[in-house]
């Protein structure tokens, strides 16, 4: 069996806006598509779910859903929609809107059982309530295991969060990591949130006036400064995949291990061994051509420079380094790569904090 692959191929146009994009997606893990509102990337995914007129051509791991004009209509795509609102039955409890979907899938098509997604969202003591005694947090928790108890080739998830305040995120964010460590359904997410896509995604989509403009794995595509959008983001970082090696109980902290070298972050309660996702903003890392030992920063790691690049103002640039085999973004001043006198194969030494490395 060949590689599982998501083509979607999409063109499409109303009004001023127009859309053209051709994807080659992983079939498998999280896919955020990601830029600002209006980029396209709702209509890409209405597209794909075939609820948007479209000139291309989509398949799913082996299986075409339209080749021109020959496409399966919206009922007959195996997939699940998550929208921004959670839409759940009024009249049926929670048991009863996820039983909705489940029990209309024959058995030897199910690829969820209840009791698991039941778990993964953690519904268990909501099954017989109403969604009208909800917390906005709780209904999109039900929203989404209700989609996934359709048992869907692929889930397709439009801002699941952006209707929420800041405390249901928090809430519900937990629930959507626990999905994206256990679910083997491939998952299209749709974010303005920069956050989101570092916590989630696994592959990213840079979505820009109807176009993609960049995609890729997420760690390498983050650390692109040859893309205006990263250049220009005040938000701009890496997001690293390093393993949990050693506890400092006593100061509460964590060495992680990456292909390159080690970081000390604050524990987040990890195990010996556990994989752990650390994002870093580029505005937290400085440089410096000398190894500096009384310092209050603990990682102070020896790198190169690789590129360089203006940001969003003149006084701004942008310097990406790789530590090893790992690239990380810093946020300077122009005066600061002059004074150090900064070009892509100067060896400098990298300080970043602990307490601003976000597990």
């Known amino acids: 069996m060949g590689a599982l692959v998501i083509r979607a191929g999409c063109r499409t146009r109303f009004g001023d ?28 995914l209405r597209c794909i779910a075939g609820l948007q007129e479209n000139d291309g051509a989509i398949h799913v791991n082996g299986a075409i859903w339209q080749e021109g004009r ?31 979907g489940f029990k209309r899938v024959p ?27 909800l917390s906005g947090g709780e209904r999109q928790r039900v929203a989404i295991a209700r989609a996934l108890l359709t048992s869907p080739e692929l889930l397709l998830m439009d801002e ?32 303005h949130s920069p956050d989101e896509v570092a916590r989630l995604a696994d592959h990213v989509v840079l979505m820009e006036g109807g176009r993609a403009i960049a995609a890729g794995p997420l760690t390498e595509t983050l650390a692109r400064i040859d893309l205006p959008m990263i250049r220009q983001d005040e938000d701009a970082g890496v997001v690293i995949e390093a393993t949990a090696v050693e506890h400092d109980a006593d100061w509460h902290l964590v060495r992680a291990e990456f292909p390159g070298g080690c970081l000390w972050t604050r524990d987040p309660g990890s195990r ?11 505005r937290d890392l400085s440089l410096a051509l000398e190894h500096h030992g009384d310092t209050s920063i603990l990682n102070v790691l020896p790198a190169v420079v690789t590129q360089l690049a203006d940001g969003n103002h003149p006084a701004v640039r942008l310097v990406r380094v790789e530590i090893g085999e790992t690239p990380f973004l810093a946020r300077l001043t122009s005066r600061s790569v002059a004074a150090l006198d900064l070009k892509p194969g100067k060896e400098v030494w990298v300080q970043i904090k602990s307490v601003a490395i976000v597990d």
């Open 17 to 44: 806006f127009s859309l053209d994009v051709d994807l080659t997606l992983p079939g498998q893990g999280v896919t955020a598509l990601f830029g600002r509102s209006g980029s396209g990337k709702t209509t890409l």
């Open 272 to 282: 010996i061994g556990q994989k752990l996702r650390l994002r870093i903003m580029a």
């Open 160 to 191: 699941p969060l952006s209707a929420l305040d800041h405390p249901s995120r928090g809430e519900i964010m937990p629930y959507l990591e626990r999905l994206h460590d256990t679910l083997s359904i491939p998952v299209l997410y749709v974010t």
């Open 70 to 100: 020959r496409r399966l209509p919206v009922h007959k795509r195996p997939l699940a929609y998550v929208f921004q609102e959670a839409s759940l039955f009024p009249h049926l409890s929670v048991r009863g809107n996820l039983e909705y």
């Open 107 to 133: 058995p030897a098509r199910r690829r969820v059982a209840f009791d698991d997604a039941v778990a993964w969202l953690g519904v268990e003591r909501l099954l017989e309530r109403r969604p009208d005694g």
